[in-house]
């Protein structure tokens, strides 16, 4: 069964000759544990997408499951997990605080989780993750009596991807969330993420706005495009794991990025010309 299945969702924002079509006839389908990327131009309903599947807003039409049940009852179950552009700590709460708080919140979501586990056959027995281990793992060892404000950007990115692997989600949506950092940072938190995700397993949406950034990290590339929002293209990156920096400089990955370049730019086309 498929972790997260779209079938023709749309979503129009506004009325009357105002309405924008954020989403039209969207289908998407992915497997447990992929790394699957959302890549289009400004406007093309990428966050969209990704607060429709995370229960944060309804679409119009269609229909939208996480293992087989709503965004609401999965986030409910805590089978969801949400990074945002911005790292969104507690100012008031040190890092280990920040990262513990989302289980001591919701304490039925275990009960709720099994019944979905049950329903769609993939419990798994899960126990609780030790944050301390996953914060030290993610270079914030030193940083867990500090408060939010004391950090650089990029270690409260890193705190706030700990506290969404914590949850040990079975979904994890994460909407540009490197987009503010240096690229050296942000190298260093794409392989950071790529080990996380490689040992829970878990399955990934990504939005980026980088093409490099997309062949990098996923297993498929779904190239999106605007007015309508729609999906154009799917892209399977069929490279070896792990990836780096061998690898970056090699033909086959720079004939992927290349690959992607040309649909976005002809859907942009096609969308010009409508
Ligand atoms: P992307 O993430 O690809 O940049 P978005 O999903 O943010 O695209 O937006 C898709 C379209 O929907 C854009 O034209 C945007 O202006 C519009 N839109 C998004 N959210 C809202 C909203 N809450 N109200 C009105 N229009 C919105």
């Given amino acids: 069964m498929p972790a997260v299945e779209l079938s023709s969702v749309g979503k129009v924002y506004g009325y009357g000759p105002s309405a924008m079509v954020a989403l039209n006839d969207v289908g998407l389908s992915i497997e447990p544990g992929r790394f699957v990327s959302l890549i289009g131009p400004s406007g093309c309903g990428k966050s969209t997408l990704l607060r429709i599947v995370a229960g944060l807003e309804a679409a119009d039409r269609g229909t939208v499951r996480v293992h087989d049940v709503s965004p609401e009852e ?3 179950a805590k089978l969801i997990g949400f990074v945002p552009q911005s790292p969104a700590l507690l100012p008031w709460l040190p890092v280990l605080g920040n990262v513990t708080l989302p289980q001591k919140i919701n304490r039925d979501a275990p009960s709720r989780r099994e019944r979905i586990g049950q329903l769609a056959d993939h419990g798994r027995g899960k126990t609780q993750p030790d944050m301390m281990a996953l914060l030290i ?7 867990i009596h500090k408060l939010p404000a004391q950090l650089s950007g ?28 240096d690229e050296f940072t942000r190298e260093s938190l794409q392989d950071q993420l790529l080990d996380l995700w490689d040992e829970l397993k878990t399955t990934v949406l990504f939005v980026t706005h980088s093409v490099s950034e997309a062949v990098r990290m996923s297993d498929t590339v779904v190239v999106m495009a605007p007015r309508p929002g729609r999906i154009v293209d799917l892209i399977d990156i069929d490279l070896p794991r792990p990836r780096n920096q061998r690898l970056f400089e090699e033909r086959r990955f720079h004939e992927y ?3 992607i370049r040309d649909r976005l730019h ?3 086309r096609s969308t010009d010309a409508a």
């Fill in 74 to 76: 999965a986030c409910a």
């Fill in 137 to 143: 793992r993610a270079g914030l060892g030193d940083a």
């Fill in 154 to 181: 990029g270690m409260q990115q890193r705190a706030a991807i700990v506290r969404a692997f914590g949850l040990q989600p079975d979904v994890l949506l994460m909407d540009e969330p490197f987009s503010a950092l």
């Fill in 257 to 259: 990025e290349d690959l």
């Fill in 266 to 268: 002809s859907a942009w």
